[in-house]
């Protein structure tokens, strides 16, 4: 089983509708949980991170965090065409999420496609 | 320009050659992370250090791999004997590593290396 795993896509959204992004993890201890946006040729860039039970708003982003199904979601709002690209989920497998210095794990990652 | 800067951003090199990446962090970072990604996966730990310190290694790292940071500021990533498996992006990331983190940590634009 795979640490962090996502499905690979890729996810056609048409534009101005929700994107929904998802995520399950397998290390219990995990604390803290991002989401990386990567266009193609490019390096990752944080969009969101979160680290309690339930969501986090950002814009047209929201986190969604359920610890005890080990599972955390990504919902883009009102999806543009510049929204397409490849989406990565992070888990910070540390000892404690606060001021942890241990690696984070990501997931492969999902291709989205906001279709116009 | 105050993010991660990575040089060169592309290397292409002969089978049996040494190579050597360049890192420069965010400057009040403390914590650097290197990464390996290949084209559909998601980026794989390599090393991280913590000022000077390197506190973890991969285990899939192989011996002829090796990092240093040894000023805490910049680090460089050496790849001794390329072999043609060791073609793929090369990320660089940098965290705060303060009271108050949990361990966001953003990217450089990579080194993308290419062994022939």
């Known amino acids: 089983q795979k640490e962090v795993e996502q499905n690979s896509g890729p996810l056609s959204v048409p534009e101005g509708a929700i994107a929904s992004l998802n995520c399950t993890y397998s290390d219990r201890g995990s604390q803290s949980f991002f989401w990386y946006r990567q266009y193609s040729g490019k390096s990752p860039e944080l969009i969101m991170f979160?680290?309690?039970?339930g969501d986090k708003e950002d814009g047209r982003f929201t986190a969604q965090l359920n610890k005890a199904s080990q599972y955390v979601s990504l919902l883009i709002r009102d999806s543009q065409p510049s929204d397409s690209a490849t989406y990565l989920c992070a888990v910070n497998s540390g000892l404690t999420g606060y001021s942890s210095a241990s690696k984070i794990i990501f997931g492969s990652g999902t291709r989205l496609s906001i279709r116009p | 320009d105050t993010g991660v800067s990575q040089d060169p951003r592309h290397k292409i090199t002969k089978r049996g050659q040494n190579v050597t990446f360049r890192c420069d962090p965010i400057?009040?970072?403390?914590?650097l992370y290197w990464y390996r990604q290949t084209l559909g996966q998601g980026p794989e730990f390599l090393t991280y250090?913590?000022?000077?310190?390197?506190?973890?290694k991969s285990r899939l790292l192989s011996d002829r791999f090796s990092a240093e940071r040894p000023k805490g500021s910049f680090s460089t990533l050496e790849i001794q004997r390329t072999e043609q498996g060791d073609s793929a992006m090369y990320l660089c990331?940098?965290?705060?590593?303060?009271?108050?983190?949990?361990?966001?940590?953003?990217f450089g634009p990579g080194t993308r290396l290419t062994v022939l």
């Open positions: 400057s009040e970072h403390n914590r």
């Open positions: 250090f913590q000022n000077e310190a390197q506190l973890e």
């Open positions: 979160i680290y309690s039970n």
């Open positions: 990331a940098s965290s705060l590593g303060l009271g108050g983190s949990y361990n966001e940590q953003f």
